[in-house]
DNA sequence: CTGAAAGCGCTTACAG
DNA sequence: CTGAAAGCGCTTACAG
């Protein structure tokens, strides 16, 4: 392996002191007064070697790593990959490189992990927190930017981008309102994160708004695609009324999808269905199904801008940064 | 924000040398024997004072980051969103991280990013080769630890983990020659990753073996759902007698789907498929689909063995690991 | 058994 | 306009 170059180095084969070189690096000659002849001489033999600065020896010297950590419930969701896809483009044209980690939702792993990462002194956090991480999030983000994604907690104030969980069922379920379907259900999970509770308000509010009976399934949370799908099979025999369900994600959408095919019903015919968060296997699937999706692209952006606008000092540390983006509701073809 | 406490601190605190203190944190106490009394008391106060090295610091003194850079396609595919999940849950018992990024396998993209992270000095190299960089992957791994995977390069020796491609086409064609299929199609992509080109000779040599012909599409590589969908479909309007379908990917398996509901044919009734590459949706599909899995924690496993085995000099630089892992056949109602 | 010192490769206040 | 020097927080060969 052949010896990689320092500033040392540069600054001995050419003469000058390393701060000249360092200076000129890092964009300073004007500012320091140096002059173009040398600015021009010095770059020009960086270039010729390929000399690139240890980024490591910047990070210790500046404390800062152009890291961010990016701390989700599961990587490989299509919901958290996808934002990891957008985010690293993002982070590539900044500088930026992007460590990922899944907390599985588990506090005691989540605040393991941000002991781990704040060793590594990444600048800032992109995470999905698991319930009743909130003092760990406070004394984090007392040190560094922190923005918290997806769902946040109503007794801590953090910045913030989620999308409008309640709207999103408002829409779903007014749109099916419209269309004249008297029995719509609501299938969730068990489970007291804000993002779902927010979405079965709106499925209720909306519901009663409208003059008609809420019917709600709750599937507990730990479940494998058989058991919610037996689940939802047994609760439309109970209610044979059923013509339409709302489903709070994407994966109870499949499974409910199942239990209706077992049940010998059609889709939009007999049942029509829209699922909450889009999947890109929805818009091939038999039928395609309608969903309220989640702008992956669109929260991806807000998210590193909150963040970067922290990191680059654009927004004073202390200023609170809540955006909500709208969803957008999809009609395909399991909706009549 | 406190001040974060350096090995100084606690060595001035505690009126021994910073060297001491050095050792006994990295488990050279008796090495360097050092009294078990100045052990257990530095030990004691470091714990007291929630004291953690800056790996930082640590890195630029080693040279070691303890960061593997993981280079795929693209991260938010299934297949490599869920190779992340594993690999990270691996890195983490090992105090090891992983920083990602999508290739999409353009080679300049590519080699962009080697250069990024070679400034980053991570430590090793997980990567999915975008053809035609033999030259830049065979420079990085003169230097570093690189374990090449879903594909390699037939003209570069180098470490990788893949799975048995051409065993894969081969088991799911006698699958169904042996269920008296006799004119199984064949739907893969134009392309000439090696990989393709394997599940393709899989499928040829197989077809040839029972005596049937082959009937092969091949899909522009660059597609959306409804481009392949359509050519599946007329493909399949010029070829009534088809009877099975294995498809070479997941998603031209679901365009697959579309194309022959579209059709008004019936899955198994009608024709019977395939898929290369299990989905988490397939089970939850209508009809459930077979498939051709790809076993996504050994292979993670693996490779993470591989690459550490190196980092850890447990196998010299410079002997070749190369694994091949099986695929697994698995059958749903897609199939008579 | 333990400490003083050099070194990893940068940045940046300070001095001239 | 430019350089010598300290500092970021560790590790580790060397000396005693």
Same mark, same amino acid.
């Given at each position: ?168 069922? *408002?829409? /779903?379920?007014? @749109? %099916? !309102?419209?269309?004249?379907? &008297?029995? #719509?259900?609501?299938?969730? =999970? ?55 369900? *709302?489903? /709070?994600?994407? @994966? %109870? !959408?499949?499974?409910?999808? &199942?239990? #209706?095919?077992?049940?010998? =019903? ?71």
């Amino acid at each position: 392996m052949k010896k990689k170059l320092s500033i040392n180095d540069i600054a001995a084969q050419l003469n000058v002191s390393k701060s000249t070189v360092s200076f000129i690096l890092n964009g300073k000659a004007k500012e320091k007064r140096i002059s173009d002849k040398l600015a021009q001489r010095v770059l020009k033999y960086v270039k010729e070697k390929g000399y690139k600065p240890s980024e490591l020896a910047r990070s210790l010297s500046t404390g800062k790593t152009r890291m961010i950590c990016l701390m989700v419930e599961k990587i490989s969701d299509y919901f958290f990959s996808h934002i990891a896809f957008h985010l690293e483009a993002l982070a590539y044209k900044s500088g930026y490189k992007i460590i990922y980690c899944s907390t599985e939702n588990d506090p005691d792993k989540t605040r393991e992990l941000i002991k781990l990462f704040r060793e590594r002194h990444v600048d800032g956090y992109i995470i999905t927190p698991p319930p009743g991480i909130q003092s760990a999030i406070s004394d984090l983000k007392n040190d560094l930017p922190v923005v918290l994604f997806d769902r946040y907690f109503e007794d801590l104030e953090t910045d913030y981008v989620v999308i409008d969980n309640y709207k999103g069922t *408002v829409n /779903a379920v007014s @749109y %099916l !309102a419209e269309k004249q379907y &008297k029995h #719509i259900a609501f299938v969730t =999970l068990q489970s007291e994160q804000l993002q779902m509770k927010e979405r079965e308000h709106g499925y209720t509010d909306t519901i009663k708004k409208h003059g008609l009976t809420p019917m709600v399934l709750k599937i507990p949370f730990e479940n494998d695609a058989d058991t919610s799908s037996n689940a939802i099979r047994s609760f439309l025999k109970k209610k044979p009324e059923t013509d339409a369900i *709302v489903f /709070a994600t994407n @994966y %109870l !959408a499949l499974s409910g999808v &199942k239990a #209706i095919n077992e049940l010998q =019903l059609n889709i939009p015919g007999d049942i029509s269905i829209i699922a909450f968060d889009d999947h890109s296997v929805f818009s091939v699937y038999n039928p395609p199904i309608s969903a309220v999706a989640q702008p992956l692209e669109a929260l991806a952006f807000q998210l590193f801008k909150v963040l970067i606008d922290k990191l680059e000092n654009r927004v004073p540390i202390d200023q609170l940064q809540q955006i909500i983006v709208p969803t957008r509701l999809i009609i395909r073809q399991s909706t009549k």
